[in-house]
């Protein structure tokens, strides 16, 4: 059981230089269970090497991740996914080849048991692949679809429903809506509001401020590689978001308690 | 919601399936149809065999290449593989080793340079076309100077039976070709080395962020084709009844001729081995028209060479619409 109170996961001072530049300077970074973080910015401002250091696609020079308040050690995508961090990248995510299924598990194919378990379980994952659609309301014609004939919509509802279906802690969307069309981008939305709505935690990247106060409950803002800040958007306006983005700003954390309020805790008090 | 879904009467839709279709299936119709009427000789049962016999040592090496062509890869060294292969079984064999050890050595002689390929290629990023061209000529090296530049001859009458020996009426090299046909078909649609192998040529990026080891499994690839290459050499051993250096010369190409009629595309991620078979026979029955109409044997090269180029431009087309 996890503790709202307690950060799911925190970045501690983490610096990633590629040469001599700084992609990331010092960043502190904190996203609590069950709630929606986008993470706004101008193009370098650090958005992605940010996630990558807790995807494990990027090895950090500095700096520590905490995940329910304990140091873990994140060096590779592998590592990501023990801590049960899943990423889905904007156009790195799947195999036009393959299946609607078959992506889903890509890399964690379901064998068959016994004498059979060097043979992949086709039916299991089909099976699971359905379910996990429905669970999400993704409506897609057949999980034996090939990807490659799918929209891009589709395409990337299907990325995010591996995360989702493997159970991950915390999933992180880098611009999951970068080429999307109108009609396109209001279907991942739907899928995003459908997983808040389940209770999953996710880390968001995004350029628009209107999807980024439609969906999300904190935003963090990146500048030239340090945090800017990060906003509770229930208390903030998109001008406040603006300015951070455009001038910049002191580093500062506004935490969540006000967030989800917690009749229970304070009962417990 | 929105759901887009695809018309099942979508004329482009039934266009692009009939696209799906490997040029090498289109020939072998055109083939048999003509050759038939052409040659009273052709539909004969020891005819067929026969270019099922011909095309075995091809249609094997196929099925390695296709899954390297599937990995947007190429292994041009299969070749001097094969002959590499086939020298240290002959070798190993006049040295008195018995069978099953002898057959280990070549196999495992022509899979070292698999995993030479597949870890250049894998670990080091390096071009596939290169490091098979340089391996190419190592393998050759070898095979060369292991046999002195000469056939190995002298080899034990058992070895014939890889050639001649029958099973319930067939000859060996075609149980053998149907075997590895079938081992490599299971391989590919209903293992992790399959699905990785159509992975690794869809999208390389995504399946080693999926935590995937990407460079062990492409390695294995190479190694598996090789593997297949050194068997091959066995039946290619057999037909003469000796070991000969360069016994592998060109069967490289013929493979990829084969892979590419069967639909394998250089761009990676697409190819079956049901193409590649049908390409394999497609170029040996081919040979075997051209043989029975009487056209002399220097322009047969030629003429497959033609075919080859027709039939990919007529997937280009296909491909285009």
Not at chain 2, 4 to 17: E, F, H, M, T, Y
Not at chain 2, 183 to 192: F, P, S
Request: net charge positive; hydrophobic share 50%.
């Amino acid at each position: 059981m996890t503790n709202p109170s307690v950060p799911l996961i925190e970045l501690r001072g983490a610096t990633k230089k590629y040469g001599g530049v700084k992609a990331i300077d010092n960043v502190n970074f904190t996203v609590y269970p069950g709630e929606v973080h986008a993470l706004c910015g101008d193009n370098a401002a650090g958005k992605s090497t940010l996630i990558k250091c807790l995807a494990g696609a990027v090895k950090r020079d500095t700096g520590d991740i905490l995940i329910n308040g304990k140091s873990v050690q994140i060096q590779s995508p592998r590592d990501a996914k023990r801590h049960g961090i899943e990423t889905v990248y904007q156009d790195l995510a799947l195999a036009d080849n393959l299946n609607v299924a078959a992506n889903l598990f890509l890399g964690r194919e379901v064998m068959r048991s016994g004498f059979a378990r060097i043979f992949i379980n086709h039916g299991f994952m089909e099976d699971e692949a359905a379910t996990v659609l429905k669970r999400l309301k993704i409506r897609l014609p057949s999980v034996r679809q090939k990807v490659h004939n799918m929209s891009g919509g589709q395409r990337q509802c299907v990325a995010i429903a591996r995360a989702v279906y493997f159970n991950a802690q915390l999933i992180i969307l880098d611009e999951p809506t970068a080429a999307l069309g109108v009609k396109e981008t209001e279907m991942v939305f739907d899928l995003v509001r459908e997983m808040r709505d389940q209770g999953h935690t996710v880390i968001m990247i995004s350029h628009n401020l209107n999807h980024v106060f439609d969906l999300c409950d904190r935003v963090t803002v990146m500048k030239t590689g340090v945090r800017a800040g990060t906003l509770k958007v229930r208390e903030a306006t998109q001008d406040d978001v603006v300015k951070l983005i455009m001038a910049g700003g002191r580093d500062f954390d506004q935490s969540r308690d006000a967030l989800h309020s917690a009749p229970d805790l304070a009962g417990c008090a | 919601m929105t759901e887009l879904s695809i018309q099942n009467g979508d004329p482009r839709k039934v266009w692009a399936r009939l696209g799906d279709v490997p040029a090498a299936l289109y020939l072998l119709v055109i083939l048999f149809v003509g050759l038939s009427v052409a040659s009273p000789y052709f539909l004969t049962q020891a005819n067929l065999i026969n270019i099922v016999l011909q095309a075995s040592v091809v249609l094997i090496i196929s099925l390695g290449m296709t899954l390297i062509i599937i990995t947007e890869g190429i292994d041009l060294s299969l070749g001097p593989v094969l002959s590499f292969a086939g020298v240290v079984f002959g070798a190993a064999l006049v040295a008195g080793w018995s069978f099953p050890v002898a057959m280990i050595a070549g196999i495992v002689a022509a899979m070292l340079i698999g995993g030479l390929n597949g870890y250049l290629i894998a670990y080091h990023d390096l071009q596939p076309f290169i490091v098979t061209l340089g391996t190419f000529g190592l393998a050759m090296s070898f095979a060369m100077s292991i046999s002195g530049g000469e056939s190995i001859s002298g080899l034990p009458s058992g070895v014939q039976w890889f050639n001649d020996g029958h099973i319930l009426g067939l000859p060996f090299p075609i149980w053998a070709t149907a075997a590895l046909f079938l081992l490599t078909h299971i391989l590919l649609k209903h293992t992790r080395f399959g699905r990785y192998v159509y992975a690794i040529g869809g999208n390389r990026k995504a399946l080693q962020l999926a935590g995937v080891r990407v460079n062990l499994w492409q390695t294995s690839i190479y190694v598996y084709a090789a593997a297949l290459a050194g068997f091959a050499s066995f039946i290619m051993t057999a037909r003469t009844n000796a070991a000969h250096p360069t016994v592998g010369m060109g069967l490289e190409f013929d493979a990829i001729a084969a892979a590419v009629l069967g639909g394998a595309s250089f761009s990676g991620g697409k190819g079956t081995l049901f193409g590649a078979a049908a390409g394999a026979l497609a170029v040996a029955t081919l040979r075997n028209g051209l043989n029975l109409m009487n056209v002399a044997a220097e322009w047969q090269s030629a003429a497959v060479g033609v075919v080859i180029i027709a039939a990919v431009a007529g997937d280009a087309i296909r491909g285009r619409t």
